[in-house]
């Protein structure tokens, strides 16, 4: 026996299930119905999650876990995201005709994602260019630039779970969406009427069509040039944790001079289950193990992984007490450090949680430095940029092409940097003490807690407002700046800012893109007598200390 509020959500759901074009979402949806009907209580809890609201669009597009209803990934919700772009595009001035070309990774549905947003976007008038096959993030937002297109859509979720996808937005500078765009397509997507109502084309109809390589071979090509003259010396090793990095990484490796990689075998090709990691992010504990396994037993000298669409990358490198993954901000001071000295003029960038050190660096060197919200979308349309990261393993290395994030690219140069310190007989560790001993020791670290529900992230954001800390790792806090009011020159951010008399630094804020809350650690440590290892000894005490009264002050 049903209740009233019951009868609506099943109404509701069945209304959904008469549009629904998918036959796997179609008979998913079928089947919890009977369910509920049944009076199965878990089958009511899922139904009234999936139709509880829709998955909102927003700066990041959308991302969701895969399923029926509007709360889900599928069809219905891609298809009136695509009409929604489409009418934005067309009411923001681009002219009936105009490209916009789309890409896909090599997850469950993103190909059906991407077919379906290019014949909305033939049926409104615009002309499709779907790229011809799963490929890296960063081609697409090549693509737009090099085809002169108005808008790039791409169909990934990065590196969230497997049961997840997502929709990315590009406009015709090549970088992702900010407000006001956001907030002008969600509005558009909101007056999409029926199903039945947005019209669909084939691509040929407006002058679309798939994409030859040619596109690829110019991305690749360009990808591989940003490397200078030097030594080529290097084992590497390489995982594309189950995604799309193989289409692109060894290949640009070869044209720049670089022995082939050796391939983790059973990560190596697309499989959008990614059987072998518990999260296809390279910063999870244990993604990159098999990647380790494999350079410990071929003896070689970096580890490369990119994320499953490969605009992330990152590297593990041995040391005396074994191999250890770098830091996405060690990272990001080896690449600005080498740019630095090669000369490169122009804006060094970072988000307001990456470390404060390219800030330092750029200065010593007289090049401008600028601090933005997290978020390529916000580093990758700076004018003048030349180089910009963000700790969570996202680097742009040449903006000029690629106003994102680009692991393929970046992955290149670090490859550069290590093989000309191993021709010296050195290594990145020992890089990274030179950068210490120069500009002091920036030292960082995460505490980052994953949530199954999202009001224990608010209650913590909402505890640290209204009780702040007055201490942190045991110096007084002299600044807590609250983001959420935006300042000159930053806008509004659901996030807090705490400095202390010490010079530490403390970052909270709710990730973006999955159910965690996240507290960015920095400590700033001199370096006394080239002795960098009391130095690291001293930083590590400093952030556990850091890590210890911010958990605390947060309640987690």
């Known amino acids: 026996m049903t209740t009233p509020d019951v009868d609506v959500l099943i109404s509701r759901a069945r209304t959904w299930l008469a549009e629904d074009p998918d036959e796997h979402t179609k008979a998913e949806l079928t089947s919890i119905i009977a369910a509920v009907e049944g009076g199965d209580a878990d089958a009511q809890a899922d139904l009234a999650d999936r139709f509880r609201g829709t998955l909102e669009f927003g700066t990041a597009g959308l991302r969701g876990e895969l399923g029926a209803g509007p709360n889900r990934m599928?069809?219905?919700?891609?298809?009136?995201?695509?009409a929604g772009l489409a009418s934005y595009l067309l009411s923001e001035g681009a002219e009936p005709g105009a490209s916009v070309v789309i890409g896909y990774d090599a997850r469950h549905n993103s190909d059906v994602f991407a077919q379906d947003t290019a014949e909305v976007m033939?049926?409104?008038?615009?002309?499709?260019?779907?790229?011809?096959?799963?490929?890296?993030?960063?081609?697409?937002?090549?693509?737009?630039?090099?085809?002169?297109?108005?808008?790039?859509?791409?169909?990934?979720?990065?590196?969230?779970?497997?049961?997840?996808?997502?929709?990315k937005v590009y406009l015709g500078d090549g970088?992702?969406?900010?407000?006001?765009?956001?907030?002008?397509?969600?509005?558009?997507?909101?007056?999409?009427g029926s199903l039945a109502s947005v019209p669909r084309a084939s691509l040929k109809s407006a002058k679309g069509r798939v994409l030859d390589e040619g596109i690829i071979d110019a991305y690749l090509d360009r990808a591989a040039g940003i490397a200078g003259d030097g030594p080529r010396d290097l084992e590497i090793v390489y995982t594309p944790l189950h995604g799309v990095g193989t289409s692109a990484l060894p290949a640009v490796l070869e044209t720049a001079g670089f022995d082939a990689p050796e391939i983790v075998p059973e990560q190596e090709h697309p499989d959008p289950d990614f059987p072998t990691v518990a999260f296809p992010n390279p910063e999870e504990p244990g993604a990159i193990d098999l990647a380790i396994a494999l350079a410990t037993a071929n003896g070689?000298?970096?580890?490369?992984?990119?994320?499953?669409?490969?605009?992330?990358?990152?590297?593990?490198?041995?040391?005396?007490?074994?191999?250890?993954m770098l830091r996405g901000d060690e990272v990001g001071a080896l690449l600005g450090d080498h740019l630095l000295?090669?000369?490169?003029?122009?804006?060094?960038?970072?988000?307001?949680?990456?470390?404060?050190?390219?800030g330092t660096m750029a200065a010593a060197h007289g090049q401008p430095y600028v601090e933005t919200l997290t978020g390529f979308k916000w580093i990758g349309r700076l004018p003048n940029l030349v180089f910009g990261y963000e700790e969570a393993l996202g680097y742009c290395v040449d903006p000029t092409h690629v106003a994102d994030k680009d692991g393929v690219s970046a992955a290149l140069m670090l490859c550069e940097i290590a093989a000309a310190a191993k021709a010296e007989g050195r290594g990145l560790p020992d890089l990274l003490d030179d950068i210490a001993i120069t500009y002091g020791l920036h030292a960082t670290d995460q505490l980052s807690v994953r949530v199954t529900d999202l009001s224990i992230i608010a209650a913590a954001m909402a505890q640290l407002r209204a009780t702040p800390p007055a201490t942190l790792g045991g110096s007084a806090v002299v600044s807590a700046e609250d983001l959420s009011a935006g300042s000159k020159d930053l806008p509004p951010t659901d996030g807090l800012r705490y400095r202390t008399a010490d010079g530490s630094r403390v970052v909270v804020r709710p990730s973006g893109t999955e159910p965690k809350i996240k507290c960015y650690l920095e400590v700033v440590v001199p370096v006394h007598d080239g002795d960098v290892a009391t130095a690291r000894t001293e930083a590590a005490t400093g952030l556990l200390a850091l890590r210890t009264d911010i958990a605390t002050a947060a309640g987690l």
């Open 300 to 324: 070689a000298d970096i580890v490369i992984a990119n994320d499953p669409d490969a605009d992330r990358a990152a590297a593990a490198v041995p040391g005396p007490d074994g191999w250890r």
């Open 175 to 192: 970088s992702q969406i900010v407000p006001p765009a956001d907030t002008g397509i969600a509005e558009r997507i909101d007056a999409v």
């Open 74 to 82: 599928n069809r219905i919700v891609v298809i009136r995201a695509a």
């Open 122 to 167: 033939s049926g409104a008038g615009l002309r499709p260019l779907l790229l011809p096959r799963p490929l890296p993030t960063p081609l697409l937002a090549f693509a737009i630039r090099e085809l002169g297109c108005v808008a790039g859509v791409m169909v990934t979720a990065s590196h969230n779970p497997p049961q997840d996808n997502g929709y």
């Open 341 to 358: 000295r090669s000369g490169k003029k122009g804006v060094y960038a970072t988000s307001i949680v990456s470390s404060s050190l390219l």
